[in-house]
């Protein structure tokens, strides 16, 4: 008897150990990678243009070189983040032209109405710089998570538009997204007309 309880001991303590095992093995979901975020610094835009702003050091601003490129048009690129905001700057000539330029600004925010899960506006309003215009924050998987536009209301108008080159996650991208938008609070914060 006691050879048979012996024997019987080995399978049990298996039996055991093998109910203990746990089967259930589901996959982990994908990592992102840790972002580092630089230290905000501000340095002065100041070139032969009808506007002046601050923007971050860790960006450097650009002549747009793409076909359509006017002459007072700048990317302002955040390289570590693959990022561009583009800025765009035309005079204006006279109400009619003024108008329509809000129009399209507001159509180029909206377009995105279809991935978009919220389109937020705010009113920008310096009036001690002549500054006016709207700020377009667009959340969901959009090309754009940000756009504006500044105008002293009679000559001047200029936008601005944040695009990344990446395919649109913005679960992914928003804590990214978070971080230039400051950025993009300061510039309009800081930003005057020269004349």
Known sequence: MKL?????VPFVLLFFLMACQNHDYSPKPRAYFRIVFPEKHYTSFSRPVP?????????AIEQDKSRDAQKNWYNLHFKQFNGFLHLTYYDVSGKGEYDEMVEDARKLAFKHTIKASAIDQRIIHYPEHKVYGIYYAIEGNTASSVQFFLTDSTKHYFRGALYFNERPQYDSIAPVVK?????????????????
């Open 4 to 8: 048979k309880q012996l024997i019987c």
């Open 179 to 195: 971080f230039i938008k400051q950025d993009i609070d300061t510039l309009i914060a800081t930003f005057k007309w020269k004349n």
């Open 51 to 59: 506007f002046a702003f601050k923007y971050p050091t860790y960006a």
